[in-house]
């Protein structure tokens, strides 16, 4: 195999750890939800004064939840992302824990599943203010996963002007970011981006091993993006660290560069 088939071969290694990510999330997000439906619809609180925090025992319980949720696609996050690299292990894990731009992985991954809490919050409490049931409830939120404001009780519900849930006074635009929004895409965004990173990073560790002295881009998808066409077909030596991905979604790949190549 040349050099350009292994990277990508690599590549469609690393896309699967990606899938596989998202294909996970999207089970618990919705177990989740289920979960936390199953507390707001045993609370027996007025529909109009529903929140999680209506009082400690709803609270707790929920909050209880999150933070399982959290922590589970925490371990599924450092699993793909080390994946089958356990020597590496140490450094990978590093490498997610580290600080981009004011935050890491795990302070965003907590400001996403606290957008999630919300969501769920505004999602049961319109279906109760209608009076839909758990079933239909349930059903509707498998179905608006990646779209939870467009979810129809949760439209129907909104006309109402009622309720106390934050994101149904606000009406699901409260993030300023529009209404397509969803915590699901937010975490998917955050934890395959994580993945990528990872395992472009173990095989930047694995040149160095090897003792090569710079690695050279190669765009991956014909998506028009400047930023990658800048750092494609040129020589990036080991020094500037690994630069790849050079954002979500980026699937642009590398491949190793002997001192013996260029003499
Ligand atoms: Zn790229």
């Known amino acids: 195999m040349t050099a350009v088939e292994q990277a990508k071969v690599y590549l469609r290694q690393r896309l699967s750890a990606e899938l596989s990510f998202q294909n996970n999330l999207e ?19 007025p529909p109009n004064m529903f929140t999680f925090d209506y009082n400690d025992t709803i609270k707790k319980a929920v909050d209880d939840l999150i933070s399982e949720m959290e922590q589970l696609i925490i371990s599924i996050t450092e699993t793909l992302a080390v994946a089958t690299h356990k020597d590496n292990k140490d450094k990978i894990l590093a490498r997610i824990g580290r600080d981009i731009s004011g935050d890491n992985f795990y302070g965003r991954l907590n400001s996403h599943t606290g957008t999630y809490r919300k969501e769920i919050e505004g999602l049961v409490a319109a279906g109760l203010l209608i009076g839909a049931s758990k079933a239909k ?6 179905q608006y996963v990646r779209t939870p404001y467009l979810n129809p009780i949760f439209k129907e519900a909104t006309k109402l002007n009622q309720g106390k849930a934050e994101v149904l006074v606000s009406k699901g635009l409260h993030l300023g970011v529009g209404i397509s929004n969803s915590a699901f895409n937010s975490i998917n965004t955050l934890g395959r981006y994580t993945i990528g990173d990872a395992w472009m990073y173990d095989g930047y560790l694995d040149m160095d091993a090897q003792g090569a002295i710079g690695y050279i881009g190669h765009r991956g998808s014909s998506f028009p993006c400047q930023e990658c066409d800048d750092e494609a077909n040129r020589f990036h030596s080991l020094s500037e660290g690994m630069i790849y991905p050079l954002h979500p979604n980026c699937v642009c790949y590398i491949t190793p560069v002997f001192r013996n190549d260029i003499i």
């Open 27 to 45: 089970t618990i997000i919705e177990d989740y939800a289920y979960k936390l439906t199953d507390i707001a619809y045993a609370a027996n609180v």
């Open 137 to 142: 409830m349930k059903a509707s939120m498998k």
